[in-house]
Nanobody
Framework: VQLQAFGGGLVQAGGSLRLSCTASRRTFSNNGMGWFRQAPGKEREFVAGISWRGDLTIYADSVKGRFTISRDNAKNTVYLQMNSLEPEDTANYYC?????????????????WGQGTQVTVSS
């Protein structure tokens, strides 16, 4: 099982970043995918999710309208486009593969996790 997230970095408030997460075909196929984040001293929180077909997406209220999740099944890759970044978005971002073809806001509904990629937004 392999999930690898990358694309994090340091950006000023108002800027943009695009995260990518590649997975093995076995991990990616037929599974919903999600992005979560965890800031120091805080619990891991849901950010965005997308179904296997890409037709259903869900977002945390805090990122709705600013972040967009998408996937390319031919490349076994899921993306998180982050615009209008705020200092509160600073966290380690994780991608995860769901236990089913749809995504979920609940961490317990995800079977596989990648290593995080750090996003830091300066004010």
């Amino acid at each position: 099982v392999q999930l690898q997230a990358f694309g994090g970095g340091l950006v000023q408030a108002g800027g943009s970043l695009r995260l990518s997460c590649t997975a093995s075909r076995r991990t990616f196929s037929n599974n919903g995918m999600g992005w979560f984040r965890q800031a120091p001293g805080k619990e891991r929180e849901f950010v965005a999710g997308i179904s296997w077909r890409g037709d259903l997406t869900i977002y945390a209220d805090s990122v709705k309208g600013r972040f967009t999740i998408s996937r390319d099944n031919a490349k076994n890759t899921v993306y998180l486009q982050m615009n209008s970044l705020e200092p509160e978005d600073t966290a380690n971002y994780y991608c995860a593969a769901a236990r089913s073809a749809v995504s979920s806001r609940d961490v317990r509904d995800y079977r596989y996790w990648g290593q995080g990629t750090q996003v830091t937004v300066s004010s």
